[in-house]
């Protein structure tokens, strides 16, 4: 029904022997924010790469405004934050900002873009000279000034603390409320839950799952359950709610998706039970029991 | 509106002019690229008088090799520095990904060697006629600067392809491995004539040997009959590393640093 903005079709990437991508398909709709969520090396990075024309499928199509990604006039409407170490340290925010906005047909205005990015105080500071959340914030501010109708963000946030990540997103949430298409890539369930209408879980080059941010949290939500006991695998991986189960040298490691039951039962079973644990899983636990599900 | 294009000549100008600041901004670069021919002219052409050099006296016959010195140093730092060091840090691949015209970015580098280089040998000359017996005509001067300020050309090229060739941490000395050794076997630092017979026969492969005759020349030493050469081996090694340059751009394409 909407207008699909970007797409991969059947796309396989390779990097030697190394499958990035494996027969991916994405469509990103007009207007909406998708975050490609998954551990390091998913292939999320790859994915915002081909989506940008900096990279080639070795399969399938990639399009973008139902185009080649490399058409200069896509360029005109994308904006985009790329994972870089930096930017030259000797120009100003100010002079940042205005050599990118010269690059687009209808650019905002600096005050505009210093606004968006709250970085209004900092417009005479040298790049060089700006901490690690302000420098994201003029990263952010170069994919926006060209006033793009999509906007990739790969991993806006990483390597911030957890003050400038807050302040980052809701900058990028200030920005997804204008009816921008927004793709953006995370490992952090936080980050995609707080900004995105829809959620795509990549592992290993190939899509897991996707849906609503509620659904996915529903699916990634696990508590992982650590002890030491004589119950047999097969009849805790027999119990509702149990996941996964695996050994790792020492103790027993039971992902579940919900921790009361299980460890009622376990107690009634084995009386002999110590060392017990229960913490929410990460996401890497999470992607873990999705994918063996799968297998099995 | 879609169709609306970008204002090119604001994108060059301003390519250009932040081009600048940058380079000003980092003092090293201004320092290194203007000092080193400074320092070599001062202790080499100017503190002590080694008699006429063919047609020339030793202030103006080094004039003419250190400026040639300084305008090729300027054009591989400039260039192969500058580039290796922007890929490493992904400012390459930002820009590849916006609309900026490719050549915006080579012109606005090319402005700020020929600017480098021009002020290097604007520099030499008024320290040569006021330290040294320089006595240059303004048509001679002007000859000078024309044939340096081309001479950066081939230059450019080289250090295009340097960097694409280095990373960002070996570049500075990879382009020093180019930059010093060919400027010594070209004769820059010590007369031709004064080194060894082997070094005499490589010299005429070398870029900067056929760039210090054409401001030889420019400077009034003997017609050596032979301009149409220089040229010409200037624009084949222009030629040569701007094809290896695009090659490696190209390449370039897709690659993930760090």
């Known amino acids: ?296 | 509106m879609n169709h609306l294009k970008p204002n090119m000549f604001k994108i060059f100008w301003l390519e250009t002019k932040y081009e600048f600041f940058k380079s000003l901004r980092i003092p090293a670069f201004a320092i290194s690229t203007i000092a080193f021919p400074t320092i070599f002219y001062v202790m080499f052409g100017l503190s002590f008088n080694q008699g006429l050099l063919g047609k020339l006296n030793t202030a103006t016959y080094y004039l003419a090799s250190y400026g040639t010195f300084g305008v090729i140093g300027s054009a591989l730092f400039g260039f192969g520095v500058g580039i290796a060091s922007e890929r490493g840090q992904g400012w390459m691949r930002l820009k590849r990904a916006s609309p900026m015209p490719p050549l915006a970015y080579f012109f606005a580098k090319l402005m700020v060697s020929v600017v480098f280089g021009a002020a290097i040998v604007i520099l030499l000359t008024v320290l040569g006629s006021v330290f040294g017996n320089v006595d240059l005509s303004f048509l001679q001067i002007i000859k000078l600067l024309a044939a340096l300020i081309l001479g950066t050309i081939p230059f450019a090229s080289m250090g295009m392809a340097l960097g694409y060739l280095a990373g960002p941490n070996s570049a500075p000395a990879i382009v020093n491995l180019f930059y010093l050794p060919m400027a010594f076997a070209s004769g820059l630092w010590v007369p031709i004539q004064f080194l060894p017979k082997i070094v005499k026969q490589i010299a005429p492969f070398l870029a900067p040997y056929h760039l210090s005759k054409l401001a030889f020349a420019a400077v009034g030493a003997r017609p050596d009959n032979a301009t149409w050469q220089h040229i010409g081996v200037l624009l084949v090694y222009t030629i040569v590393f701007l094809i290896l340059a695009v090659f490696l751009y190209r390449r370039d394409d897709g690659k993930t640093y760090g």
């Open chain 1, 1 to 296: 029904m909407s207008e699909i903005v970007a797409e991969l079709k059947k796309v396989d990437k390779n990097y030697g022997k190394i499958k990035a991508l494996k027969n991916l398909n994405l469509k990103v709709y007009k207007g909406e924010v998708i975050a490609l969520l998954g551990p390091n090396g998913a292939g999320k990075t790859t994915a915002i790469n081909l989506l940008l024309g900096l990279l080639r499928p070795n399969n399938g199509q990639v399009r973008v405004f139902g185009q080649d990604p490399k058409n200069a006039n896509n360029r005109n409407r994308t904006g985009v934050m790329l994972q870089i170490p930096g930017i030259p340290e000797t120009l100003k925010v100010r002079e940042h900002i205005k050599l990118f906005s010269s690059y687009y047909p209808k650019p905002m205005s600096l005050p505009a873009v210093l606004a968006a990015t709250g970085l209004e105080s900092l417009e005479n500071r040298l790049y060089g000279k700006l901490s690690g959340g302000q420098k994201q914030r003029l990263h952010l501010a170069l994919a926006l000034c060209g006033d793009p109708d999509l906007l990739f963000l790969d991993e806006p946030t990483t390597g911030l603390d957890v003050t400038s990540r807050r302040a980052l997103w809701e900058q990028v949430r200030k920005i997804t409320k204008s009816g921008k298409t927004v793709v953006l890539t995370t490992h952090y369930i936080e980050e995609a839950e707080s900004l995105a209408d829809k959620v795509v879980l990549i592992k290993q080059g190939e899509i897991i799952a996707e849906g609503s941010p509620s659904e996915i949290k529903a699916i990634t939500a696990a508590t992982k359950i650590r002890l030491i006991t004589k119950i047999a695998h097969q009849d805790i991986k027999a119990m509702p709610a149990v996941r996964s189960v695996s050994y790792n040298g020492v103790a027993t490691e039971i992902l579940a998706s919900k921790a009361e039951g299980v460890v009622l039962e376990l107690l009634q079973t084995d009386k002999s039970i110590h060392g017990l644990e229960v913490r929410t899983a990460g996401l890497e636990d999470a992607f873990l029991a999705l994918t063996q599900k799968k297998v099995a």
